[in-house]
């Protein structure tokens, strides 16, 4: 059983279109992040969130933590070419150690 | 400031064989996690070292195992590789003493078994 279910696995956009992807699970976190990996790259830290209800905006990107804390939201206005990727959710076990959904991969179309 | 910089990039092995990656830390960083990504999936945790120990472990058979040099630096061995094994080996720093989540990840090791 996946700890994060993220949803969906896949979507392909046009450019200057919005999108909304998320992460979700029935355990309560105390954070959660969300990474991007672009290929043939390693995941980079875009966000961690706390708070249950916290927003946080990355220039275009909108992240959301859910209010009990058990799922978060990324939403992205106008997407762009540059923000193909796979967008990863993870929580932290402590010391570091991170839990991974399957991500999300996002394509956008010029 | 260097990143986090792993070893080789790509490489293509056979069933049976062994093989070792490296990885070299961000600087300042003392905590080196190894994670392996299977192509579709979200990496998964495979062992963390710090102070030149295992600290943690995931669900990984005995054939995975590493070390830790007096430097940071850090090998991943995979001995009796299996068809399986085949995935992106990812390593990822962080300071050992404060437990953020924030971890700083190389760019890979793409192993290929056949």
């Known amino acids: 059983t996946q700890l994060l279910e993220q949803s969906p ?12 992807v998320y992460c979700n ?19 980079v830290l ?4 706390v708070t249950g209800g916290e927003v946080k905006k990355l220039k275009r990107l909108t992240f959301q933590f859910g209010d ?14 540059g923000d193909t990727g796979l ?21 956008v179309i010029p | ?27 300042g960083h003392d905590t080196v996690s190894w994670y392996q990504q299977a192509l579709g999936q979200g990496p998964q945790f495979i062992f963390q070292y710090y102070e030149e120990e295992e600290r943690q472990r995931g669900n990984f058979p005995d054939r995975f195992s590493g070390h830790q040099f007096p430097n940071y630096s850090s090998e991943l061995n995979v001995n009796a590789l299996l068809l399986g094994d085949s995935a992106l080996y990812l390593c990822a720093s962080s300071p050992g003493r404060v ?6 990840f190389g760019e890979g090791s793409r192993l290929t078994v056949l």
């Open chain 2, 1 to 27: 400031d260097a990143g986090v910089t792993q070893s080789p990039t790509h490489l293509i092995k056979t069933r049976g064989q062994q093989v070792t990656l490296r990885c070299s830390p961000k600087s």
């Open chain 1, 9 to 20: 696995q896949f979507l392909s956009i046009q450019e200057g279109e919005n999108l909304t």
């Open chain 1, 87 to 107: 967008y990863l959710c993870a929580v932290s076990y402590g010391n570091n150690r991170l839990a991974f959904g399957k991500g999300n991969q996002v394509v």
């Open chain 1, 46 to 49: 875009l966000v961690t969130v």
């Open chain 2, 99 to 104: 437990a953020t989540g924030e971890l700083f």
């Open chain 1, 68 to 81: 009990a804390r058990k799922d978060s939201s990324l939403h992205i206005t106008a997407a762009q070419p």
């Open chain 1, 25 to 43: 699970s029935s355990s309560v976190f105390s954070s959660l992040q969300w990474y991007r990996q672009e290929p043939g790259e390693g995941p």
